[in-house]
């Protein structure tokens, strides 16, 4: 049978199939052969024996949280308290795309900020717009619930941003915990402690703690660099550029015109370990 594990806990694997939950276990081989099993994996499993026999091939797979199988992330962005952090953003941004899940950004507590400020903000916000990516406010809950529909989909950001708040705005059945944002900090304590995937919505929801394994320089330079997903609309002409250094690099000259936003690129640069470079 085939079956997706919905939720981990201790040694027992829990995998859905046909609208029915099995608490298994995996093959005694999986550990002498470093199979390590995660939430979202599909997998073949024999449901008299309530067992795990293998993990099939996945689309993508993460750390930290261990989870597979993502189709979408929404990044849940706090205007304030947390603040505003484009690093961040950017950060999570270039994680899901290395990772080939679609960034989604969500604004939360727009409420707390003045109209002058959100116009501010949604002029930022509208760059990433232009570039490709969604950008929803948390109060357009039908319009979140209709995007996740035949979707594989994680919420995660900065800590205390109100990523609990919303699921439990999409789903009251959830009641998940809601933490406090610590004044001091300037950030929330993680309230999910376990990893978890429920049916919702025509699709999939995972909560998770968070990704907590934000470290970017496992990666290659060159998977940053076209994780920036507007660099490839001004082709330089200078093969494999980096655009960090080359005096007619097209990309660099791009920032300067302002068709790039100038913290995007300085962010690049940042992540590449390349921030302290006189451009």
Request: charged residues 30%.
């Amino acid at each position: 049978m085939k079956g997706q594990i919905v939720k981990i806990s201790s040694d027992l694997h829990f995998v859905s199939f046909e609208g029915e939950i099995y608490p298994c276990k995996c093959r005694g081989v999986f550990r002498k052969e470093h199979i390590l099993p995660v939430v979202g994996d599909y997998v073949l499993f024999h449901k008299d024996k309530k067992l795990i026999e293998e993990v099939l091939p996945r689309k993508n797979v993460f750390q930290r949280p261990k989870v597979s199988n993502i189709d979408q992330a929404f990044l849940i962005t706090s205007l304030k308290l947390p603040d505003f952090s484009l690093n961040l953003l950017d950060k999570f941004i270039v994680l899901m795309e290395i990772h080939h899940v679609k960034p989604i950004i969500c604004i939360t507590k727009g409420d707390l900020m003045d109209s002058e400020a959100l116009i501010e903000y949604d002029q930022i916000l509208d760059y990433y717009r232009k570039i490709g990516y969604d950008v929803l406010y948390n109060h357009e809950v039908d319009k979140i619930k209709a995007m996740l529909s035949h979707k594989t989909s994680v919420f995660t950001g900065q800590t205390g941003a109100g990523k609990s708040t919303l699921l439990n705005r999409l789903n009251p059945d959830w009641d998940l915990e809601v933490g406090e944002v610590s004044l001091a900090l300037g950030r929330g304590k993680h309230t999910t402690r376990v990893v978890e995937l429920f049916e919702f919505a025509g699709g999939k929801v995972m909560d998770t703690p968070g990704f907590s394994s934000l470290e970017l320089s496992n990666y290659k330079k060159e998977d940053i660099r076209d994780a920036f997903v507007e660099f490839k609309n001004f082709p330089c002409q200078y093969p494999d550029c980096m655009h960090t250094k080359e005096e007619e690099c097209v990309v660099k000259k791009e920032v300067l015109r302002n068709h790039i936003l100038e913290s995007r690129y300085l962010n690049y640069l940042n992540f590449i370990g390349e921030d302290n470079h006189e451009n």
